[in-house]
């Protein structure tokens, strides 16, 4: 099995900076790509950035110039640093993983829990 475990959301001034983590752990061949997602209270999951294996990165609009996605390979572990929030970044962040788990096997994909992230003054 594959577990995704988020980390360092919280509440954050507008402006402020917060730095999120995503770890995987389990059952890993290689990580095909990696990719957060964001929910907002009434509204519906939308795409926030995603980094494959190639370390190619791609980012929303909303957030382009602000966040950076990065990952640690050897450590399995994704990172979204979060700069000049917004009061509309508020929202509970999820990771999403494309895993293959054997040699020569297709991605599946894992979700985390969420984490929540609060931009309040």
């Known amino acids: 099995q594959v577990q995704l475990v988020e980390s360092g959301g919280g509440l954050v001034q507008p402006g402020g900076s917060l730095r999120l983590s995503c770890a995987a752990s389990?059952?890993?061949?290689?990580?095909?790509?990696m990719t957060w997602y964001r929910q907002a209270p009434g509204k519906e999951r939308e795409w926030v950035a995603t980094i494959t294996t190639g370390d190619a990165t791609s980012y929303a609009d909303s957030v382009k110039g602000r966040f950076t996605i990065s990952i640690d390979s050897p450590k399995n572990t994704m990172y979204l640093q979060m700069s000049n929030l917004k009061p509309e970044d508020t929202a509970l962040y999820y990771c999403?993983?494309?895993?293959?788990?054997?040699?020569?096997?297709?991605?599946?994909?894992?979700w985390g829990q969420g984490t929540p992230v609060t931009v309040s003054s």
């Open positions: 999403n993983a494309d895993i293959s788990r054997y040699w020569r096997t297709a991605g599946e994909h894992y």
């Open positions: 389990g059952s890993i061949f290689r990580i095909n790509a």
